[in-house]
């Protein structure tokens, strides 16, 4: 099971870090990423990150911008916002892959564990 939390209401320009909580299974065998979905949109990828941190991969729009990071220890994945503009408003969901595949993976399809989401709202 995963949970998010951290979204809200921010000025264009602010920062937000967003947590997703897992609970069940091993969560530092499970490759995590960072999805959102606009509305009347579909959804997208944000980034993602190996099961270990060590390697991690981020899209175009949110590079430079954006940290996912992860506490094996808390069973805890972040996304760490800043510089943030009113295009990156969105409902932002927490996704994992299944149990042995240790690949980054930019399709919403490769992942088969998610989160409820959190509603990001960046004001202009």
């Known amino acids: 099971q995963l949970v998010e939390s951290g979204g809200g209401l921010v000025q264009t320009g602010g920062s937000l870090r967003l947590s997703c909580a897992a609970s069940g299974g091993t969560f530092n065998k499970y490759v995590m990423g960072w999805f959102r979905q606009a509305p009347g949109k579909e959804r997208e990828f944000v980034a993602t990150?190996?099961?270990?941190?060590?390697?991690?991969d981020y899209s175009d729009s949110v590079k430079g911008r954006f940290t996912i990071s992860r506490d094996n220890a808390k069973n805890t994945v972040y996304l760490q916002m800043n510089s943030l503009k009113p295009e990156d408003t969105a409902v932002y969901y927490c996704?994992?892959?299944?149990?042995?595949?240790?690949?980054?993976?930019?399709?919403?399809?490769?992942?088969?564990?998610w989160g409820q989401g959190t509603q990001v709202t960046v004001s202009s």
């Open positions: 996704a994992g892959r299944p149990f042995g595949y240790s690949t980054l993976s930019r399709e919403a399809r490769a992942y088969d564990s």
């Open positions: 990150i190996k099961w270990d941190g060590a390697i991690t």
